[in-house]
C-alpha cells in the first residue's frame, strides 16, 4: 500500500476520478476527528454493526496533504470488502485539523456524513504526548518541555519535512483550538450532515453514544456492540530508547531484511513499553492549558449553541477516561 509522503492534488484542484473506478465503493460517513478522542475505540464499534463497514485500515488520511495513504487505488481498496452494508465508513483524525480536508472530501465524494468526537483540549493534548512518547516519535522527556519546543517546530520548514510523525501531532496546544477545525466542517458539509459529540459522554455512555450514530446513519439503531477499551496508554520504561528504536534502529540494522529489521524493532518497542507504567496525569499544567484555550472554548460553545463547562470539571468522569489513550 502506498501510505507515506508523497505530494499530491492542490486543494483547488478538484479530484477527478478514472472511468473504471466509477463502480467501486467508495465512504458515504467519516469519522474525521479529534486524535486521542476515542476513535479508535468508536471504529471498532460501529464496524461491528451488520449493516454497517468501515475500512479494513483506521487513519488511511488520504484527505491530507503529504501525509497518509497517496494512492487513490489503495484507498479504494479499503472498501473492497464491503458487500451489501449502508453505511461505508472511515476513521482519518488528521482530517479535523488539516484545512484542506473538507473542501478535497466533498469534491470527491460529494455530500456525505461527517462524525466528529471532541475531548476536552487539555486532556487530549496531555494524551497526544503519552502517544508519541510509547510510538518512539517524540524526544522531549516532559510534556512541559514539548509545549515549549511547539512553537519553534511550528515556524521549522525543516521540522515540517522532516519530522517522523503527523506534522499535526507535535502540535500539542495548536491542535486543540477546535473552533475553526470545527467551523470547517459544518460550513462545508452543513450542520444537518455533521455530528459532534464529546469524549467524555462517550466514555460515560458509549452505548448511547453509538445509537445516536446509528440513527444518524440510518441503520437499526437497537443493536448493541461489545464495549471494550481499546489502545489503553502506557508509558515505555526508557522513552530515550523506544525514540532511539523508531528513529535510529533502522539505519544500524539496514543490513537486515526489512521485515526481519520490523519485526526485531517492533519486539524490542513491545518489550520497553511492557516494562513502563501508566501515564500520571499533571492537573496544574491542565490548568493552565484551559485558561489558554477558554477563549477558543467559548467559541466553539457558541458554534455548537452548547454548553461544555464539562472541559473545566477537574473531577474524571470514569475510571476508563484516565485510562484511555485511544491512536489517532
Known amino acids: 500500500m502506498s501510505a507515506g509522503r508523497g505530494r499530491r492534488f492542490p486543494k483547488q484542484f478538484r479530484f477527478r476520478q478514472h472511468p473504471n473506478e466509477v463502480a467501486a465503493t467508495k ?13 479508535t475505540s468508536l ?6 454493526h451488520p449493516d454497517i463497514f468501515m475500512s479494513t485500515f483506521k487513519e488511511p488520511n488520504f484527505f491530507v496533504h503529504n501525509y497518509g495513504y497517496s494512492s487513490w487505488n489503495d484507498y479504494l481498496a479499503l472498501f ?23 473542501g478535497w472530501i466533498k469534491s470527491t465524494f460529494g455530500q456525505v456524513k461527517i462524525i466528529l468526537v471532541l475531548r476536552n483540549p487539555a486532556r487530549r493534548a496531555e494524551s497526544l504526548y503519552w502517544w508519541m512518547v510509547r510510538e518512539g516519535y517524540e524526544d522531549a522527556p516532559t510534556f512541559v518541555d514539548a509545549l515549549e519546543r511547539e512553537p519553534q517546530r511550528e515556524r521549522d520548514p525543516n521540522f515540517r519535512t522532516n519530522c517522523s510523525a503527523f506534522f499535526s501531532d507535535y502540535l500539542y496546544f495548536g491542535s486543540g ?6 467551523r470547517r466542517f459544518l460550513e462545508t458539509f452543513g450542520k444537518e450532515n455533521v455530528r459532534i459529540f464529546l469524549f467524555e459522554e462517550f466514555v460515560k455512555d458509549p452505548l448511547a453514544i453509538c445509537r445516536d450514530i446509528f440513527n444518524f446513519l ?3 439503531p437497537d443493536f448493541k456492540p461489545a464495549i ?12 530515550g530508547l523506544q525514540f532511539w528504536l523508531r528513529n535510529r534502529a533502522p539505519g544500524h540494522l539496514a543490513i537486515l531484511p526489512s521485515r526481519l529489521r520490523r519485526k526485531i524493532i517492533n519486539g524490542l518497542m513491545g518489550w520497553n513499553t511492557k516494562r513502563g507504567s501508566n501515564p ?5 499544567i491542565e490548568a493552565v492549558l484551559l485558561n489558554r484555550y477558554r477563549e477558543d472554548i467559548q467559541r466553539l460553545e457558541q458554534l455548537l449553541e452548547r454548553d ?13 477516561v484516565s485510562e484511555y489513550v485511544p491512536v489517532h
Open 43 to 48: 471504529h471498532e464499534y460501529l464496524a461491528q
Open 27 to 39: 465512504p458515504n460517513f467519516l469519522i474525521a476527528g479529534a486524535g486521542k478522542a476515542g476513535t
Open 228 to 239: 471494550a477499551i481499546h489502545n489503553e496508554g502506557r508509558l515505555p520504561a526508557s522513552p
Open 177 to 182: 483550538l477546535y473552533s475553526a477545525q470545527v
Open 218 to 220: 440510518d441503520v437499526d
Open 80 to 102: 473492497s470488502g464491503a458487500r451489501s452494508e449502508k453505511a461505508i465508513g472511515e476513521s482519518s483524525t488528521g482530517y479535523l485539523c488539516s484545512e484542506e480536508s473538507p
Open 280 to 284: 500520571q496525569r499533571d492537573r496544574n
Open 308 to 320: 461544555l463547562s464539562i472541559w473545566f470539571d477537574q473531577s474524571p468522569v470514569s475510571k476508563a
